[in-house]
């Protein structure tokens, strides 16, 4: 998901981070900034760092299972 300030990045991990707490266990948090083809800047919740590709989407699919929103970057 994108969110509209890097503060509302930081409270979403904070939150996620206790929600999914079996899931992120030995994972680390980072908010990045993201330039949307209109140039706004939005900002984005990643985690990591996941062995393979394979290993991310399987975390995904696992946070969507949850209702939760996902989808894998490249390193």
Do not use: N
């Amino acid at each position: 998901a994108s969110l509209t300030s890097e503060d509302v990045a930081r409270q979403t991990w904070s939150k996620a981070s206790a929600t999914y707490a079996d899931l992120f266990s030995g994972l680390e948090g980072a908010v990045v900034p993201a330039t949307l083809a209109d140039k706004r800047t939005v900002w984005r919740v990643q985690v990591g760092p996941l062995a393979t590709r394979d290993a991310a989407e399987a975390l995904c699919g696992t946070l969507r299972a949850r209702k939760a929103a996902c989808f894998v970057v490249a390193p």
